[in-house]
């Protein structure tokens, strides 16, 4: 039996759709995503033909020359306007090992089903094809959190949806069959002139609350938040929000890859290596 989605899929189809039209507003971390995954890129000396771009927002992700690309997102709005399909990161509609390289900025924090979406992406790449990810890790948000959790104290509401760090990352890399997995992070601070700036960003990036149950906002709520947010600003009237964006990249396993060495084919023990050196006789 399937186990329940995190995320309602038609609430964030809608929550896309809805940033569609004004999301040039609110891209600036999807951009810093894509910055981190092009600085990651020129790093490797060799050339991707066929490039899938796995939740394609406003398809800002400039190919290679000579390279092909297919973008795909759940939202109709960015996949229509990317000439994109139209569908889910666990849920390709894609065979198996048609493409070099699969990117995914900003999307795999809200997806249903992460492991099974990492799952995909490996399986659509060919051998020795790369996995280039970056979205919205733990740690994101804590000012924001506190503040909610403090305004309904009396029954808080989930509000912010779990988030991934980056040892897990890691470790679904390599849960999903990926090689020479590698998980790092990067912080991003901004600084919000008010609790309505900071939702209006994250409405706007489509990233606001889409877990199935949830409640609406309360108003009464919601000004005792915005007071409680403008308690932790600073001189300048600001308040400090910090997103942790954690950055993923695997290896479609390949025969040339390097591999790690036979067991028991060491020369020397662990023992030896460990002992402390014989003092040297005159």
């Known amino acids: 039996m399937d186990s329940p989605d995190i995320f309602d899929r038609t609430v964030r189809r809608r929550r896309r759709d809805r940033a569609q039209p004004g999301f040039a507003k609110a891209e600036f971390l999807r951009q ?32 290679p020359v000579g390279s092909r690309i297919a973008r795909l ?3 109709f709005g960015f996949a229509a306007a ?7 990161e666990d849920r390709l509609p894609f065979g198996d090992a048609v493409f070099d390289l699969v990117l995914a900025a900003g999307t795999l924090d809200s997806v249903g089903d992460l492991p099974g979406a990492l799952t995909l992406a490996r399986r659509v790449l060919r051998p020795d094809g790369l996995f280039l990810a970056a979205f919205v890790g733990a740690g994101s948000l804590g000012t924001l959190r506190s503040t909610l959790l403090e305004a309904e104290a009396d029954r808080p509401a989930a509000r912010i949806h779990p988030q991934v760090d980056v040892r897990a990352a890691g470790d679904l890399l390599m849960r999903a ?8 992070t990067e912080t991003v601070t901004v600084r919000y002139a008010s609790l309505l700036s900071l939702l209006r960003d994250l409405r706007g990036m489509g990233a606001s609350n889409a877990m199935p149950g949830r409640s609406p906002l309360r108003r009464d709520v919601l000004d005792r938040a915005a007071a409680l947010y403008n ?13 942790e964006i954690v950055f993923m990249t695997g290896w479609a396993p390949a025969p040339s890859q390097p ?3 036979r067991r ?16 040297k006789s005159d």
């Open 32 to 63: 810093f995503m894509l910055e981190g995954i092009a600085g990651r890129l020129d790093s490797i000396s060799r050339q991707f033909g066929d490039i899938l771009d796995l939740g394609c927002f406003d398809a800002a992700f400039v190919p």
């Open 73 to 75: 997102d759940s939202g």
């Open 82 to 88: 990317a000439h994109g399909v139209q569908g889910d």
């Open 177 to 184: 069959g990926f090689a020479l997995p590698v998980a790092d």
């Open 231 to 243: 308690e932790r600003a600073d001189a300048d009237g600001r308040t400090t929000e910090r997103f």
């Open 259 to 261: 591999q790690p060495a």
């Open 264 to 279: 028991g084919s060491g020369t020397q023990s662990l023992a030896d290596a460990l002992r402390p050196p014989r003092p």
